[in-house]
T-cell receptor, first 111, second 115 residues
């Protein structure tokens, strides 16, 4: 079955560490997205990429970085510059005639 | 600024009762409109979408939504709620101008279902 795989499901980060969240898709969709979800705030866009080797900042990109070296993969790095990284992170892809498909998410906690 | 408002943070209904979740958007032109559902700790599942045409849209799990241009609304309805419908529901819009590439979410409505 085609879909989006996010790993790990749970991730713990110490203060000052960088961590990378994985997002892999086999849907052959061109566009990929990272969203952050906090209670009571809905989802906010961090970064998105419409084609390989190109990506754009979303509304809350500070403290995050991404890469898009392959169509199937769009990893998100949460850097030590992100002061409040504890959240639920969702990866999504877009097919314009259908809409967005979401992965099952990664919950990141600072310890 | 573009925004999506879901006025109800929490809603509780009895099983078998009807349901309406409200969604209003602020945008200059009609965007693409979506409703998603999220179970705890899970990703989002698409319930239905509106791109154009008939303003009453049918979705999965017995849900429907009606687009009302004059009210900038896209309310979600279900005639008879099941206990398994308890979840969080998100309305979202995708502005068309500048490319269909961003999804803006409301804050969500958490639905509880009493037996």
């Amino acid at each position: 079955d085609g879909g989006i795989t996010q790993s790990p499901k749970y991730l713990f980060r110490k203060e000052g560490q960088n961590v990378t969240l994985s997002c892999e898709q086999n849907l052959n969709h061109d566009a990929m997205y990272w969203y952050r979800q906090d209670p009571g705030q809905g989802l906010r866009l961090i970064y998105y990429s419409q084609i390989v080797n190109d990506f754009q900042k979303g509304d809350i990109a500070e403290g995050y970085s991404v890469s898009r070296e392959k169509k199937e993969s769009f990893p998100l790095t949460v850097t030590s510059a992100q002061k409040n990284p504890t959240a639920f992170y969702l990866c999504a892809t877009l097919r314009t005639d259908y809409g967005y498909t979401f992965g099952s998410g990664t919950r990141l906690t600072v310890v | 600024a573009q925004s999506v408002t879901q006025p109800d943070i929490h809603i509780t209904v009895s099983e078998g009762a009807s349901l309406e979740l409200r969604c209003n958007y602020s945008y200059g032109a009609t965007p693409y409109l979506f409703w998603y559902v999220q179970s705890p700790g899970q990703g989002l599942q698409l319930l239905l979408k509106y791109f154009s045409g008939d303003t009453l849209v049918q979705g999965i799990k017995g849900f429907e939504a009606e687009f009302k241009r004059s009210q900038s609304s896209f309310n979600l309805r279900k005639p008879s709620v099941h206990w398994s419908d308890a979840a969080e529901y998100f309305c979202a819009v995708a502005p068309i101008s500048g490319g269909y590439n961003k999804l803006i979410f409301g804050a969500g409505t958490r639905l509880a279902v009493h037996p």
